[in-house]
């Protein structure tokens, strides 16, 4: 059973860069078959897809952050990280890691899921 | 991209049906048979409840169905029970390469 776990700051200032990890564990980043994406959700419930990566690094961002975002793997951990560059308010949400199984953006299992502040 | 339209608010009574749509266009929902159903219960992440439109993962209850006519997909909860009360969030595969999320619908069990 695969099992996704984020972590991160809970607090960044504005203008400042948000880093957040996704460790995965009962199951190998590197099989083949699976992406895996960042999702926020918003105070207000909305939810965003902000972007996948698949084992072998290439990545795929939503047009509307991806001047901002950066999705990267690091296999020897079975991590995936997200960094997203000069926060603003509206950038306050849960971020979620999910495993997509199909490469149409099929989210199948999801983390649970870290809140992130941006605050000064 | 705008969101997928959802009602914001459906309700029933125990052992009643409801149905909850979501609307898109012919870039996502009618251009694809990529539409999935997520429940969320309050402080939980969401769980996948419905993909490619109308199959169920293992696990899920098959009082849980779903359906699509052209921009418009439907998610049908038959018999339901108190444990149903949760946000329900549609999505769709897109024409862009990207995943769209409906508003979310709150289902309130009287």
């Known amino acids: 059973q695969v099992h996704l776990q984020e972590s991160g700051p809970g607090l960044v200032k504005p203008s400042q860069t948000l880093s957040l990890t996704c460790t995965v564990s009962g199951g190998s980043i590197n099989s083949g078959g699976y992406y895996w994406s960042w999702i926020r959700q918003h105070p207000g419930k909305d939810l965003d897809w902000i972007g996948y990566i698949y084992y072998s690094g290439s990545t795929y961002y939503n047009p509307s952050l991806k001047s901002r975002v950066t999705i990267s793997v690091d296999t020897s951990k079975n991590q995936l990280s997200l960094t997203l560059r000069s926060v603003t308010a509206a950038d306050t949400a849960v971020y979620y890691c999910?495993?997509?199984?199909?490469?149409?953006?099929?989210?199948?299992?999801w983390g649970q899921g870290t809140t992130v502040t941006v605050s000064s | 991209q705008s969101a997928l339209t959802q009602p914001a608010s459906v309700s029933g009574s125990p052992g009643q049906s409801i149905t909850i749509s979501c609307t898109g266009t012919s870039s996502d929902i009618n251009g694809y048979n990529y539409v999935s159903w997520f429940q969320q219960h309050p402080g939980k992440a969401p769980k996948l409840m419905i993909y490619?439109?109308?199959n169920r993962p293992s696990g899920v209850s098959n009082r849980f169905s779903g359906s699509k006519s052209g921009n418009t997909a439907s998610l049908t909860i038959s018999g339901l029970q108190a444990e149903d009360e949760a946000d329900y969030y549609c999505s769709s595969y897109t024409s862009s390469n990207t995943l769209l999320f409906g508003g979310g619908t709150k289902l309130t069990v009287l």
């Open positions: 999910a495993r997509d199984r199909s490469g149409y953006l099929l989210m199948d299992v």
């Open positions: 490619d439109v109308s």
